[in-house]
């Protein structure tokens, strides 16, 4: 039998040098708007992507909500607003420069991608006359009817418009080329970056790129505590390539991170249950509001913010009595400002009150409009279900109007799982930055999931198109800064080292060591012992089992690249971990060894970041960006005058 051969040409150990005004590293939603502001302003802009831009990304298959879009005409909260319930939400352990530029800008990015072909409004009126349309403007809302500041979009033609727009702008895109490492150089005291290298993964070919502004819109980190080779659409929630490249690569440069201490429940990250909850009819975000009954067919109900049970399902999307809005999308884990549906019960509450198991999603007892949008819409948009669940249910003949779904919960809260069991999933640690989202390292700026407390959407567009003008801005400030040779020798070095050896360990048996040691020395209950004993247990992986890493083409070398930075993440982690000397109700952090919860002292960031070989920590204030409104027109008086007002004409 003829022996299968690699498709595509070889170009190992061939090097390419290119240049550019503004290079941005990711191609998701963060990084094509980024690419996009900077080419608007006449830069040379280069986009490195790992996968392909045109559906590269967490929103790359689709998306069915767009959140902070405070200025669209029907919204009744101002970005101050939404940007106080955001922090306030997260007990002030919340980027509020992220969150205001989205709530600021998130509208505009819209009106953008209407121009890009985009599709924003009901513009068949195929909801005309819904409660949750605006039937003037033809927009359509989701959550909160009352104050409309979240909108439901058709996001599965989202990114293949955005990828139009950056090569119609001259955008000079590298696809299937991972950003490996930043290359950066000291003066004057400071870091600052000059460029950054990548790789070819079909091809191995290796690039060397000098840039005046580079720009992180990474993915943040995740295969960590779980990784399951047999079940990756299963075991993840997110793309199986979006990593944490971004965060190893800062870290390794001497960027500035902080709450990578932070834990979250691991809903939908946990081996074998990622897709579930999105195909059971969970009434989180993409099911929000979705009839739930158990066994017996008798109805949970839904309860406001206040305890009191709704009688009707148009309760369930305005506010209560004396509520001006409600925060819901998927954002913040335990709203105080939202209706408490059946997602938010525990099973220990729901079966005192009687319930019984299973439960069951039941859209036929919703009205039609609702059913339709939900099923429809939703569903049919967002990418975790619009071929998993609404293209194969429908064509195994489910049909809403009378088939129900059965639930493992009824959502989120309640779902049983191991306490163990963390993953980065909602607004979790990143790179921290100024207002113009400059990290630490000058010239090198952070967008999207690259930044702590960040999630969806319309935050990934927002602070990437808000990154993309910022970095246009610096490079006409700066020249360009002669590379160092050595550092790109060595990392040429390091990409290349598991194609030279004969034989050994599998990029998968790293990522399960990795993981299995983050899940007995980093789990739910931590101490000084167990966190020392992991980072030892981490360190002995480097020092004994990444030489004897080994991989036959480019794609597993791809792979391999992925766990190193796992492995780099991971100790990332169990350092930050044993900085914070104390308990945190809002971090989900519990130490056994310090079990005091949120002291005042301790009511901070600690921020870490690493110089030479050691770990360096640091302590910012939690508002330390000041008065959102105030420090952003500070910053973006150029863009209110110029970019911003056309849009409000």
Known sequence: MAQNRWPYANAFGEEEHLECDVLVLGGGLAGTYAAIAAARRGKKVILMEKAATSRAGSAGSGFDHWEGACTNPCCKITPEELTKAYIDEQDHY??????????????????????????IRDTEDEFKGADFRDDKTKLMFAYDYTNCYTLRI?????????????????????????????????????????????????????????????????????????????????????????????????????????????SVRAEFSSAGRSFPPYSTGNNHNTWYGATMVDARGVEIPYLDRDGNELKSVSE??????????????????????????????????LDKRGYKLPFYADLSRMPEMERKVIWGMMVGQEGRTQVPVYRYYTEKGFDPEKDMLQSYGTGWQSANFLGQERQLFGAPGGVITDWNLMTNIEGVYAAGDQLYAMDCGGAASATGYYAGRKAADHSELVGFEPLDRNQIETEKQRLYAPLLTESGMSWKELNFAISKCMQNYCGEIKSEELLSEGLDLLKSYEEKYVPQLHCDNPHELMRTHEVLDILEVSKMILEACRMRKSSSEPLSFKRSDYPEVDPIEDRKYITIRREGDKVVKGEVPLDYYGDVKEQYEKYNQDYIQKEAPHYYE
């Not at 293949?160 to 696809?175: N, S």
């Not at 505590?225 to 690569?249: K, T, Y």
């Open 94 to 119: 919340s980027n509020g420069i992220a969150h205001y530029i989205e709530a600021r800008e998130g509208w505009d990015r819209l009106l953008d991608m209407e121009s890009f072909g985009g599709k």
């Open 154 to 262: 058709w996001g599965t033609g989202f990114k293949p418009a955005l990828y139009k727009e950056c090569l119609r702008l001259g955008v000079t895109i590298l696809d299937r080329t991972e950003a490996t490492s930043l290359l950066t150089k000291r003066k004057n005291g400071k870091i600052i970056g000059t460029g950054a290298c990548g790789m070819n993964v079909r091809t191995c070919k290796f690039y060397s790129v000098s840039a005046k502004s580079t720009i992180l819109a990474m993915s943040r980190p995740a295969r960590v505590w779980l990784f399951d080779a047999d079940l990756p659409g299963l075991c993840e929630f997110r793309p199986l390539n979006s990593i944490g490249n971004g965060h190893a690569m800062g870290f390794r440069a001497g960027m500035e991170f902080t709450m990578m201490e932070k």
């Open 316 to 349: 369930r999307f305005h506010p209560a009595k004396g509520q001006k809005f409600f925060l819901k999308g998927g954002v913040i884990d335990e709203p105080k400002y939202e209706y408490r549906g059946p997602e938010t019960m525990p099973f220990s509450e």
